[in-house]
């Protein structure tokens, strides 16, 4: 008889975080208002034995004007813990588990960065991480294609 599946938060944590403001002060005084690009991009490690970091990295530009008003770049990590599980499990839960776990942590640090850098709060929408892995997994599949890029 085999043990229990477990999966265990061990621990979270802000592994990255860059603000650039790059045309300071003047970017103060824009009146326009900014376009906001949103990257994600997840990435997971073996650590030990059963356990693994996850890193949920979101970048966002906002620009008026073709000039950068700010950069933020946030890395948001989470040592997980997973034993007994299916390998063929393993990846899903790194990929979709785990970053919507991050999520929530890496929304609310770019939000404050943003605001202590003197703008309005950003607001992240949620994301579908299943989406973005079975969209990787089918571009994986397919041959002579290349990553698909996740917006």
């Known amino acids: ?57 979101v970048t966002v530009t906002a620009k008026a004007a073709e000039k950068t008003l700010f950069l933020v770049e946030a890395g948001q990590a989470g040592i997980f813990q997973l034993r007994n599980v299916p390998q063929e499990d393993i990846d899903p839960i790194l990929s979709v588990a785990c970053p919507n776990i991050l999520f929530p942590y890496v929304r609310e640090t770019v939000s404050d960065l943003v605001v202590r850098a003197g703008f309005p709060p950003v607001l992240l929408s949620p994301v579908n991480f299943e989406a973005m892995y079975q969209q990787r997994q089918m571009a994986q599949q397919m041959p002579g294609s290349t990553e698909v890029p996740i917006q």
């Open 1 to 57: 008889m085999s043990e229990a599946p477990v999966f265990n938060i061990e621990k979270i944590y802000a592994k990255d975080l860059s603000l650039e403001i790059p045309h300071a002060p003047q970017v103060f005084l824009e009146r326009d208002v900014p376009a906001i690009e949103v990257q994600l991009h997840t990435e997971a490690a073996s650590i030990d034995e059963g356990l693994y970091e996850v890193v949920l990295t």
